[in-house]
């Protein structure tokens, strides 16, 4: 006997009601889903720059947040919020709702080397951000003054080993990269040698044009005007490899330290809730503007690299560098100001 139920039978159809419901929900669930990642943005995003206008993270923010907002269709505000070294700024993100419209530029000082000084940042650099893009990584390039008796670097750690404390190193302000690039060199070449903080790299630069101070780790695109006019040499350069800019300059690593490298790196971050679809669609798109053969000349007059990955590679980036400034703040003794 045949005990299939027939299509028209009211049990029959009350289940296909039930099923055809189910179905119709899942369906607007996923359409409420995919809805909701292709409307963003629907309004301007702010990133967040911890520094005053100008200096390398300013730059990364601005080249990449306009092409950014062309993309996405919708303004890119660069909002800089300097203060505490960085801090402030991080602040602020580390709280703002994780929607995908606020990032940070985030560089090597908010990010790899507050958390190792200041007693209470106000914020914890891996809990508290999601990385989404490494956007450029710039070198320092150790300079001394012109008419210094020394030529190479080699030279000046002689003369340092030679005469213990007399060879003073100025720096933008105490904890910054160059301070720690600094402080590496000296425990690495186990010589004293007297760092000299000032308020900005401007300061610093002066005094090493006038020999107040031995040398100066400097962005590569601050010092560049000041070697070409011959008011300061290039002794080394502190990331692995060479740059273009100065070809005949070895790096520190090749001189006397294997191994070492300092540079001045930025990237997108944004709140740790921020939804990994947002972070994906983001560093896709900043990565793709990174290929830009305008940008990519605009980064290579400025001898910042740029290296493309996922936020996972980035994400191991920035815990390896925390590692490495967290070791070094320790071996050095550097406490905030």
Do not use: C
Request: aromatic share 6%; no cysteine.
């Amino acid at each position: 006997m045949n005990t299939s139920i027939h299509p028209t039978h009211p049990i029959d159809l009350a289940r296909r009601h039930l099923l055809l419901s189910g179905v119709g929900l899942g369906l607007a669930g996923m359409t409420a889903g995919a809805w909701a990642q292709s409307d963003y943005p629907s309004h301007p995003i702010t990133v967040i720059v911890p520094y005053a206008p100008g200096g390398q993270g300013d730059v990364f923010a601005r080249l990449v947040g306009e092409r950014l907002g062309r993309v996405l269709k919708q303004s890119v505000i660069v909002d800089n919020r300097p203060g505490a070294t960085g801090a402030l700024g991080a602040r602020m993100v580390a709280k703002a709702k994780g929607d995908g419209y606020t990032l940070m530029l985030g560089q090597t000082g908010e990010i790899a080397v507050n958390g190792s000084v200041m007693k209470s940042p106000g914020y914890d650099a891996i809990k508290d951000f999601k990385p989404v893009a490494l956007v450029g990584d710039a070198p320092l390039v150790m300079a001394a003054p012109a008419n210094a008796p020394y030529n190479t670097l080699a030279e000046l750690v002689q003369l340092a080993r030679t005469k213990p404390g007399s060879v003073s190193y100025g720096s933008s302000g105490t904890a910054t990269p160059g301070h720690l690039a600094g402080a590496a060199l000296a425990i690495g070449t186990k010589t004293e040698m007297v760092h000299v903080p000032y308020k900005g790299a401007g300061q610093a630069m002066t005094d090493l044009i006038g020999g107040q101070v031995q040398f100066f780790f400097s962005s590569a695109s601050a010092v560049m005007p000041h070697i070409k006019g011959g008011k300061v040499k290039a002794l080394a350069v502190s990331t692995p490899k060479r740059i273009s800019a100065l070809p005949q300059t070895p790096t520190v690593a090749e001189v006397v330290l294997p191994g070492f490298s300092f540079s001045l790196w930025g990237g997108f971050f944004a709140p740790e809730s921020t939804p990994d679809a947002i972070v994906e669609l983001l560093n896709r798109e900043v990565n793709k503007i990174l290929l830009d053969p305008e940008i990519r000349a605009r980064f290579d007059a400025d001898s910042s690299s740029i290296e493309p990955g996922t936020p996972a590679q980035f994400a191991s980036y920035v815990q390896t560098e925390v590692k490495k400034y967290a070791g070094l703040v320790k071996a050095a003794g550097v406490q905030a100001e």
